[in-house]
């Protein structure tokens, strides 16, 4: 045991250095252990071992390559990362290494935990039966978020993705709200943390945040630090905790270019081989514990060129249970997709929200191939016209992401729209909750036309 303790901790030159990674002769260490590099001018960074070939280890810097010397020295401290975990994290941030970079009061003394391990074993999963409700209509009246759920937001540059997510964070029913930034711009990072502030939730918020300036090996650690501490908060906290991340694209881009310093054979795109699973081990960590709290993931998961087949958002799409998709600054009714909603739909919402949300997409879509009619000269029936008109109230009601109410208002608000747009027999719903919600004294409306989204 001793032996094998003076091979952990001894030092060890460096044989080779390629970007941020290098590889040093090394033996009795494992995947995952930490290390520190000190050059040759005693500047010590952390490294990470990242893949173990016989003797040879290969280790991200968390500091960068640049500047390194083969001179230098590493000793390993046989030990894997851990981050710090106590109530006294809510309202801090981190960095992408797990230290504070907010000024705040010293937490060395708090206790740790270690980041990664496996995914929660099946038998303490319970099904899920709560909704988290966002105050965002195109959520909770269309496509439920669900706790203990892993759903992304597909988007493109240039979409409100950062506004939505942040709007989620800060409306949502959640105890606890942990926030992981990956490659963010500085103004990216101001928004988030602004908008926690003045919405009243930072002191119940973590924040673990890799700038676009920070060193690469980190925007892979900081997910990990992310669901390592929800887990905590659920399982001995008893708290309900929900996950930002963004933008997991990042992550997988990050993966890329340590795989290249690491001369892995990429596939498809570049990008390496074990995609999926490295996804797939952090987007399982969302988990209803039985007895204990829970954790929900939503991630943001850009697509570049809007193409929704590239490797990052096709291989997430076999792994989360649906997706928001965010196309012209609305939630898409028609891509977006909750394959939970129907365990809290008329079961923790009230009775008539499954035929509500069924005939508003429904009609929605008529409206939509009346508009198509409309542009190509087509002649209208008196039905195309209240399709028209209620596709244009529809869009202007629930569509826009900055309206927020409570779902019981909006489903109140979706029989508002039926009966200025609809006689109650052209709705085709169950009769029951037509009497029953229908408005009585509500009568058409005039509306300007707008093009509707389709």
């Known amino acids: 045991m001793e032996s094998q303790l003076q091979q952990l901790v001894r030092h060890t030159r460096v044989h080779e250095i390629v970007g941020d990674v290098i590889r040093v002769h090394a033996t009795g260490v494992a995947l995952g252990d930490l290390a520190e590099v000190q050059n040759t001018d005693d500047e010590i960074s952390l490294a990470r071992v990242i893949a173990l070939d016989r003797n040879l280890a290969s280790l991200q810097v968390f500091a960068g390559g640049k500047g390194l010397s083969t001179d230098a020295t590493v000793r390993f401290l046989g030990r894997p990362l851990d981050v710090v975990y106590s109530p006294n994290i809510l309202g801090r941030i981190f960095r992408g290494s797990g230290e504070p970079m907010d000024g705040g009061p010293d937490l060395s003394t708090e206790p740790r935990v270690k980041v990664g391990g496996p995914t929660v074993n099946p038998v303490m999963r319970v099904m899920p039966t709560k909704m988290i409700e966002t105050g965002i209509p195109m959520i909770d009246l269309f496509n439920c978020l669900v706790e203990s759920q892993k759903i992304p937001i597909f988007s493109i540059a240039g979409e409100p993705h950062s506004e939505l997510l942040a709007r989620i964070g800060f409306q949502a029913n959640a105890d606890v709200l942990v926030f992981g930034g990956l490659g963010l711009i500085f103004d990216d990072y101001y928004f988030f943390r602004t908008a926690f502030e003045e919405h009243g939730v930072f002191a119940r918020t973590v924040m673990f945040v890799n700038q676009a300036s920070d060193p690469l090996v980190e925007r892979l650690l900081v997910p990990d630090m992310a669901l390592a501490v929800a887990e905590k908060f659920a399982v001995e906290e008893n708290k309900r905790v929900l996950v930002l991340l963004t933008d997991m694209t990042a992550y997988a881009d990050a993966m890329k270019e340590i795989g290249v310093a690491q001369e892995r054979i990429p596939a498809v ?102 508009q198509r009619k409309q542009a190509m000269a087509f002649e209208l029936s008196p039905f195309d016209q209240k399709l028209l008109r209620f596709g244009t109230l529809f869009r202007e009601r629930f569509m826009d992401i900055r309206i927020s109410m409570p779902v019981t208002e909006a489903l109140d608000l979706c029989w508002k729209t039926l009966a200025e747009c609809f006689e109650p027999q052209e709705l085709l719903m169950k009769q029951a909750l037509v009497e029953k919600y229908f408005p009585k004294d509500v009568g058409p409306v005039a509306v300007n036309e707008a093009p509707i989204h389709g």
């Open 269 to 370: 795109r570049g990008y390496m081989g074990d995609l999926y699973t490295q996804l797939a081990q952090r987007y399982e960590k969302a988990c209803d514990f039985k007895g204990a709290g829970s954790v929900t993931i939503l991630t943001v998961t850009t697509m570049p060129g809007d193409d929704v087949t590239h490797p990052v958002p096709d291989n997430t799409g076999y792994i989360t249970e649906g997706q928001f998709y965010l196309h012209g600054g609305i939630i898409d009714p028609f891509g977006s997709l909750s394959r939970l909603k129907q365990h809290v739909i008329g079961k923790a919402t009230r009775e008539d929200h499954s035929q509500i949300m069924n005939a508003m997409v429904r009609l929605y879509s008529e409206a939509v191939e009346a």
